[in-house]
């Protein structure tokens, strides 16, 4: 047997794939690793969620104390509360 040494595209190819594996597994790592932050696409929609409650929860307290409750009773019923 004879061992034969890589020609220079033999080399070129296997240190391209080489480069190319490593980046993936390194993606991979990033990709599957524990996070306390959810990826961006749903720490967006928890943002928002926050938001929206926030934004009822204050606008149902300062109109339950400018007008009282009655305001929502009759706003959701549609009829006055006696």
Same mark, same amino acid.
């Given at each position: 047997? !004879?061992?034969q040494? /890589?020609?220079?595209?033999? &080399?070129? =190819?296997?240190?391209?794939?080489? *480069? $190319?594996l490593? *980046?993936?597994? !390194?993606?991979?790592? !990033?990709? !599957? *690793?524990?996070?306390?932050? /959810?990826?961006p696409?749903?720490?967006?929609?928890?943002?928002? =969620?926050?938001? =929206?409650?926030? =934004?009822f929860?204050? $606008?149902?307290? &300062?109109?339950? &104390?400018?007008?009282?409750?009655?305001?929502w009773i *009759?706003s959701?019923?549609?009829?006055s509360?006696?």
């Amino acid at each position: 047997m !004879d061992n034969q040494q /890589p020609t220079s595209e033999e &080399l070129e =190819a296997y240190h391209k794939v080489s *480069r $190319y594996l490593e *980046r993936k597994i !390194d993606k991979g790592k !990033d990709e !599957d *690793r524990f996070s306390i932050l /959810p990826k961006p696409k749903w720490l967006t929609i928890i943002i928002i =969620a926050v938001i =929206a409650i926030v =934004a009822f929860s204050s $606008y149902y307290g &300062l109109t339950t &104390l400018l007008f009282g409750e009655e305001f929502w009773i *009759r706003s959701i019923t549609g009829s006055s509360v006696k």
